[in-house]
């Protein structure tokens, strides 16, 4: 079912007028409902007497058969599954509710935003239903604007992390399938014409770009002012439309580059509404086989995460993990992150931005996709405006990708072509990629002919020689190939070992074995021109329904350079000291 009811809002952090946004993080109430007992009547169509309603039994004869503030407690931002015990393998339907007061009268609009909520969310105020959304890391927001008469009201979701073959992912998917409400949820008031998506970067030819879009009544005689008080600069721009900057007019603006971030606030007004966000300049191109970034190549230096924070195999969120997940990255000499399979928490592209870390963002078309499904494309395509609108603004953000791990094919081809094809609409001053999976069993040799080849900008290559096929010492010697002549990013490699179990390098499930999967690969890549850089997988032990060995693997993931709780294996300094000397 397509999104009804929602909209794209890029900023809320960025929102600094007093009282634009009110947070609604902290216990929302909770009901488990895997029946839908809350949505669909007895004859199976869905009834208006839902759950959505919140009645309380007005006399002593009224059968009420659920009660929200007698429910279990959910913290909002969290997935759900490492609330309680019950609902740690649980991925259908449950019901979230909060009840907030208004005090004090409406002005201009209101909107209740999400972070990201996995999987579906119908949105419900005071018993009525206001929006559908699907797809489970991508934000969006719900107009309330007309419903907040002073006084208490009642936000209700109905949230659902069932798993479907039509879904982005669908069935499978080697990451645990956190459901609920993992990021924050805010209340933001604007103006009637207020700005919905403020957007500042340079693109290849050193040009600053940027477009404003703005909703409401005025929307369309909007003019916009760009301030940027460090460069004494303040410019008039259009609004709706792709504007361009001279270079000169910023006087001598300082780049932004991988290891020296210079961010500057840039405040975008109109008539009534101003937000602000730091922006970094920075040029990025493809010569040939090189990422060039200001002119000069990059060798990205990566690492792969997941986001799973820091310790308690959880949904990260928020600026603390972040800023512990970006520090261990930078500990391993990392200047760029593959922030793998999907959105991930604003906070951490903001917080790649500060550290000066390239990132590799990516959408969660994974795997087995229903690549003839026009539903599924069209969500596809909703969770590529949220990726891209959201994050366009980021210096940090190098690549987008569209996929990771299709099976080649027409179908599946021309999906990605039409994501690439929203991509480039959207922003076409980033490089467009995707981790392709390439066959094992081919020898040393590794002919890449993807037929997505000729679409992406950058080839990612995800291989596993080493650990799922080929024999390790084979490893220095492979040769990579493809017809597209363009970057190579080994975007997966790695191996499996249980921190702190140790033996032999030869002994799987050891630290040494692992370390020696990264000695190998090493010695291959430094023997490969056309690599641009590689994002090992991955920085972290993550939770996964498919790793089930007792004792070893215990529901994780072992590829980790750390433990789920942060203990750093020998392979996390082999890659480290490699790193060190480039
Ligand atoms: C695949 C996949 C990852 C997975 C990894 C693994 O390449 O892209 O999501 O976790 O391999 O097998 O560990």
Known sequence: MPNHGTSLF?????RSAAG???SLDGPWRAIIDPYQTGYIGLTGEPTPRGWFRDFKPRTERDRIEYDFDRSMVLQVPGDWNTQHPELHYYEGTLWYRKKFTVSDPEAGR???????????????????????????FGPFAVELTGRLSPGDHSLILMVDAMRTPDRVPAMRTDWFNFGGAHRSVSLVRVPDTFITSAWLTMDRDGRVVGQIECDGPNADAAEATITIAELGVQLSVPTGQRFTIAEEALGDVERWHPGRPTLYDVTFS??????TE???FRTLEVHGTDIVVNGEPVFLKGISLHAEGPSGGRRAAGPDDAATLLQWAQDLGANFVRLGHYQHDEAMVAEADRRGLLVWAELPVYWGIDWTNPETLENALEQTDELVLRDRCRASVALWSVANETLPGEDRTNFLRSLIDRVRELDDTRLITAALFTLPGQGIETHIDDPLGPFVDVIGVNQ???????????????????DFNKPIIFSELGAGAKAGHHGSPTQIW?????????????????????????????LKDFRTPLRALPGIQDGYNRKGLVSEEGERKL????????????
């Open 10 to 14: 890029a900023h809320v952090g960025s």
């Open 20 to 22: 634009s946004v009110a």
């Open 110 to 136: 209101t909107f209740v935003h999400f972070g990201a909520v996995n999987h579906t969310c119908r949105v419900y105020l005071d018993g009525e239903e206001l929006a559908f959304h699907q797809g489970g």
């Open 270 to 275: 109109i008539d009534g509404d101003q937000v």
């Open 278 to 280: 730091p922006v970094g």
């Open 464 to 482: 596993y020689y080493g650990w799922y096929y080929g024999d390790r010492d084979d490893i220095p010697n492979l040769k990579w190939s493809s």
């Open 510 to 538: 050891t630290e040494e074995f692992q370390a020696a999967v990264y000695d190998a690969q090493i010695a291959m890549i430094a023997n490969q021109p056309d690599c641009a850089g590689l994002s090992p997988w991955i």
């Open 571 to 582: 392979a996390f300094e082999t890659l480290a000291a490699w790193y060190r000397t480039l």
